[in-house]
């Protein structure tokens, strides 16, 4: 028979941001060492709580099934003397397993012959495993911090309260430190403060519900919208969308109730990113806009209990908020004493990297080098990118970065703006930090897409030139997420630069500051990006064997890497290509060995090989102006046609021929044609993709 397992923690207030990720552990660990204890169910629902992490397991077997185990021992010569008889080892084996020496068998292995029994398992009782099991479930689930309290020995997020622990509708006693199990919750800590009974997943929400507790995180979560949405309308307005805010708002109450608040109009002279991480950051307040999104003085708070007199209630949030903003408004006037270009030396007092120097010195080199991008890839905003550049840091100087290190960048962008720099230059001083994350927004603007760019290859090349670089489980500078940044920026941007080239001069910039000989660090850090491009477009479901075909060749310029693996994956399909892949592969073997690539055509006596040398010379005459233009889908297609003069080649001509001579123009042949196909990508590669 099949029941339902109904499992609770119940604590005191658990950090927001460890609610969902403990839950899902707490599925994950329940549900593997179910399986790994043979005892099958059909599904599991989770639930939680501020104060309460819940798991609901559907159909559990009552009883793990009788089966037969094989267990090894010791090795058979270990077992059994010179005489075959059975040795110490062989007669204690026997015996912590309950058969005679005789029941013993020997197993081949891949280690050698082992002795071994085989022994009946009587599947024992869920209620009894599961009285093991949840005491190390519970003490398997990790927090980033963790506590112990009182005199017991159970480290976790916070103080356990109670448990709840009911399977089949009968109670599962067991008991961690002082706290024993039973088939009863608490409901909501000020408005139902009594202890109710559950005996299914249905019935403890609907008890809690009851209970003022909406237990189910989905519910819980459309309440808060409903809630804050209701609020916000009694204001005249709607909520700014913050699904973050919203998210950690549904893990910080177990029923919302949300209050409409408001401040003083003169707050809104405030930049409007300082006025928003004002009310969410400390306070987790909502910001209310009007019809055009404008900020309006209100602000939507979620209090996790109802108040009878909601004026008093929004009157004590008031408080609260008025003190925060006057805090940022003599931050803001504070700032304003001085533009973002009076701070630029100032950097000198900021550490970048104790090695690689100061801010300004990374800020002078990022002007540089985000100078060379513009003059490449887009002169018409030359001055606009240096000028960025200049100034990309200097909002670290102010109080205002300083209270609200979340701001840097923004606040960098309306300080320009306020100091008279043009909107492009304040639009790259806050999209150079983008992306913030992985698959975070990417800036919009040529400007802060260099000034990001120059950034980062400074960055990377820095650390690199010093040894810094990531280790399988560390990447303090953030290394990866640079390089992940900087890639999607070129891609995004559509710009096509030479990696190698910016590197060489962003080492070059750091003079003597660097312990890796430049030549090392230089192939460190393509390296390095090279396999961050990789990666990301393997996990974007390319094929590794279509990535490695080109970047194997070549990887220098992403945009155009990007181009040629797209070509292969488009023309890979065709039968052609598959078939010339595997005689390209024929060719890199043959030619391993030669570099030369002239080819004299008297030397060409065999059809077969002057038929091929023709095809060559059309085909690369055709391909030609193709690879210069980057249509390498169009380039591939003509050299499709080299499939059946290789084919014929291959069937009709020894390559390595008595004649020395005649061997090296058919080997020196195939070279050329080998670098004609190089040109996109190494063929031989993508054998192991599926037509």
Same mark, same amino acid.
């Given at each position: 028979?099949?029941?339902?397992?109904?499992?609770?923690?119940?604590?005191?207030?658990?950090?927001?941001?460890?609610?969902?990720?403990?839950?899902?552990?707490?599925?994950?660990?329940?549900?593997?060492?179910?399986?790994?204890?043979?005892?099958?169910?059909?599904?599991? =629902?989770?639930? /939680?709580?501020?104060?309460?992490? &819940?798991? +609901?397991? *559907? %159909?559990?077997? !009552?009883?793990?099934?009788?089966?037969?185990?094989?267990?090894?021992?010791?090795?058979?010569?270990?077992?059994?003397?010179?005489?075959?008889?059975?040795?110490?080892?062989?007669?204690?084996?026997?015996?912590?397993?309950?058969?005679?020496?005789?029941?013993?068998?020997?197993?081949?292995?891949?280690?050698?012959?082992?002795?071994?029994?085989?022994?009946?398992?009587?599947?024992?009782?869920?209620?009894?495993?599961?009285?093991?099991?949840?005491?190390?479930?519970?003490?398997?689930?990790?927090?980033?911090?963790?506590?112990?309290?009182?005199?017991?020995?159970?480290?976790?997020?916070?103080?356990?309260?109670?448990?709840?622990?009911?399977?089949?509708?009968?109670?599962?006693?067991?008991?961690?430190?002082?706290?024993?199990?039973?088939?009863?919750?608490?409901?909501? =800590?000020?408005? /139902?403060?009594?202890?109710?009974? &559950?005996? +299914?997943? *249905? %019935?403890?929400? !609907?008890?809690?519900?009851?209970?003022?507790?909406?237990?189910?995180?989905?519910?819980?979560?459309?309440?808060?919208?409903?809630?804050?949405?209701?609020?916000?309308?009694?204001?005249?307005?709607?909520?700014?969308?913050?699904?973050?805010?919203?998210?950690?708002?549904?893990?910080?109450?177990?029923?919302?109730?949300?209050?409409?608040?408001?401040?003083?109009?003169?707050?809104?002279?405030?930049?409007?990113?300082?006025?928003?991480?004002?009310?969410?950051?400390?306070?987790?307040?909502?910001?209310?806009?009007?019809?055009?999104?404008?900020?309006?003085?209100?602000?939507?708070?979620?209090?996790?209990?109802?108040?009878?007199?909601?004026?008093?209630?929004?009157?004590?949030?008031?408080?609260?908020?008025?003190?925060?903003?006057?805090?940022?408004?003599?931050?803001?006037?504070?700032?304003?004493?001085?533009?973002?270009?009076?701070?630029?030396?100032?950097?000198?007092?900021?550490?970048?990297?104790?090695?690689?120097?100061?801010?300004?010195?990374?800020?002078?080199?990022?002007?540089?080098?985000?100078?060379?991008?513009?003059?490449?890839?887009?002169?018409?905003?030359?001055?606009?990118?240096?000028?960025?550049?200049?100034?990309?840091?200097?909002?670290?100087?102010?109080?205002?970065?300083?209270?609200?290190?979340?701001?840097?960048?923004?606040?960098?962008?309306?300080?320009?703006?306020?100091?008279?720099?043009?909107?492009?230059?304040?639009?790259?001083?806050?999209?150079?930090?983008?992306?913030?994350?992985?698959?975070?927004?990417?800036?919009?603007?040529?400007?802060?897409?260099?000034?990001?760019?120059?950034?980062?290859?400074?960055?990377?090349?820095?650390?690199?030139?010093?040894?810094?670089?990531?280790?399988?489980?560390?990447?303090?500078?953030?290394?990866?997420?640079?390089?992940?940044?900087?890639?999607?920026?070129?891609?995004?941007?559509?710009?096509?630069?030479?990696?190698?080239?910016?590197?060489?001069?962003?080492?070059?910039?750091?003079?003597?500051?660097?312990?890796?000989?430049?030549?090392?660090?230089?192939?460190?850090?393509?390296?390095?990006?090279?396999?961050?491009?990789?990666?990301?477009?393997?996990?974007?479901?390319?094929?590794?064997?279509?990535?490695?075909?080109?970047?194997?060749?070549?990887?220098?310029?992403?945009?155009?890497?990007?181009?040629?693996?797209?070509?292969?994956?488009?023309?890979?399909?065709?039968?052609?290509?598959?078939?010339?892949?595997?005689?390209?592969?024929?060719?890199?073997?043959?030619?391993?060995?030669?570099?030369?690539?002239?080819?004299?055509?008297?030397?060409?006596?065999?059809?077969?090989?002057?038929?091929?040398?023709?095809?060559?010379?059309?085909?690369?005459?055709?391909?030609?102006?193709?690879?210069?233009?980057?249509?390498?889908?169009?380039?591939?297609?003509?050299?499709?046609?080299?499939?059946?003069?290789?084919?014929?080649?291959?069937?009709?001509?020894?390559?390595?021929?008595?004649?020395?001579?005649?061997?090296?123009?058919?080997?020196?042949?195939?070279?050329?044609?080998?670098?004609?196909?190089?040109?996109?990508?190494?063929?031989?590669?993508?054998?192991?993709?599926?037509?």
């Amino acid at each position: 028979m099949h029941h339902e397992l109904l499992f609770e923690i119940g604590t005191e207030e658990i950090p927001a941001g460890y609610i969902m990720p403990a839950l899902s552990q707490l599925e994950k660990n329940l549900g593997d060492r179910l399986t790994a204890l043979a005892l099958p169910y059909s599904s599991l =629902r989770t639930a /939680a709580t501020p104060r309460r992490l &819940a798991v +609901s397991v *559907s %159909d559990l077997a !009552e009883r793990q099934p009788d089966r037969e185990e094989e267990i090894l021992g010791p090795p058979k010569k270990a077992a059994f003397d010179q005489n075959g008889q059975p040795t110490q080892a062989a007669i204690g084996f026997a015996k912590k397993n309950g058969v005679e020496v005789e029941a013993l068998q020997i197993l081949a292995t891949p280690k050698g012959e082992y002795l071994m029994v085989r022994v009946e398992q009587v599947g024992r009782q869920t209620s009894v495993l599961l009285a093991e099991l949840l005491p190390e479930v519970i003490t398997s689930l990790n927090f980033p911090k963790s506590m112990r309290w009182g005199a017991g020995r159970t480290s976790f997020a916070r103080p356990i309260q109670w448990l709840l622990a009911v399977y089949g509708g009968k109670t599962v006693t067991f008991s961690l430190d002082t706290i024993t199990s039973s088939n009863t919750t608490q409901g909501h =800590r000020f408005m /139902a403060r009594t202890s109710v009974p &559950a005996s +299914s997943y *249905s %019935d403890y929400v !609907e008890t809690l519900r009851t209970a003022q507790v909406m237990v189910d995180p989905q519910e819980r979560r459309a309440a808060v919208l409903a809630e804050i949405a209701k609020a916000a309308r009694q204001a005249g307005g709607t909520i700014l969308p913050d699904d973050e805010l919203v998210d950690t708002v549904c893990n910080l109450v177990e029923k919302p109730f949300a209050i409409c608040g408001a401040f003083e109009q003169r707050f809104l002279a405030l930049p409007r990113e300082v006025l928003i991480t004002s009310m969410r950051e400390h306070q987790k307040y909502f910001a209310v806009v009007d019809s055009v999104g404008k900020i309006m003085p209100n602000f939507i708070a979620v209090n996790n209990t109802n108040t009878k007199d909601a004026q008093l209630a929004a009157d004590g949030h008031q408080r609260v908020i008025r003190a925060r903003l006057e805090d940022a408004f003599f931050f803001f006037k504070e700032d304003q004493r001085r533009t973002l270009a009076d701070r630029v030396e100032d950097l000198t007092g900021v550490i970048f990297q104790h090695k690689l120097g100061t801010m300004l010195d990374k800020t002078r080199r990022v002007t540089t080098l985000a100078g060379l991008l513009a003059k490449k890839l887009a002169p018409e905003h030359l001055a606009s990118t240096e000028r960025a550049a200049l100034l990309a840091k200097t909002d670290l100087l102010t109080d205002m970065v300083g209270e609200f290190p979340t701001l840097q960048g923004a606040i960098g962008r309306d300080y320009a703006l306020l100091g008279g720099e043009t909107p492009e230059v304040a639009t790259a001083i806050r999209e150079h930090y983008l992306p913030v994350r992985a698959g975070g927004v990417l800036p919009t603007s040529i400007p802060g897409a260099l000034v990001g760019m120059a950034d980062r290859i400074d960055s990377i090349a820095g650390c690199f030139g010093i040894g810094q670089t990531p280790t399988g489980t560390a990447d303090p500078f953030g290394l990866r997420r640079l390089s992940l940044g900087l890639l999607h920026i070129i891609n995004a941007m559509g710009f096509s630069l030479s990696l190698a080239e910016f590197v060489d001069e962003a080492l070059a910039l750091y003079g003597e500051k660097l312990t890796v000989p430049k030549d090392e660090a230089r192939r460190n850090v393509l390296e390095f990006i090279k396999g961050r491009f990789s990666n990301d477009l393997t996990g974007q479901g390319i094929p590794a064997e279509a990535v490695e075909a080109v970047t194997s060749v070549s990887f220098d310029d992403p945009l155009d890497c990007k181009r040629r693996i797209s070509a292969l994956m488009a023309i890979s399909g065709q039968e052609s290509f598959t078939v010339l892949a595997g005689a390209f592969k024929r060719v890199i073997n043959i030619i391993k060995e030669n570099s030369e690539t002239a080819v004299q055509a008297e030397l060409l006596t065999e059809a077969a090989e002057q038929k091929l040398h023709a095809a060559y010379l059309a085909i690369r005459t055709e391909a030609t102006p193709l690879l210069a233009a980057s249509d390498y889908e169009g380039a591939l297609g003509v050299i499709l046609k080299m499939k059946e003069p290789v084919d014929t080649f291959f069937e009709e001509v020894m390559v390595m021929a008595e004649d020395a001579k005649v061997r090296a123009n058919r080997l020196n042949l195939l070279t050329v044609i080998a670098q004609l196909f190089l040109q996109i990508g190494d063929f031989s590669k993508m054998n192991a993709i599926n037509p």
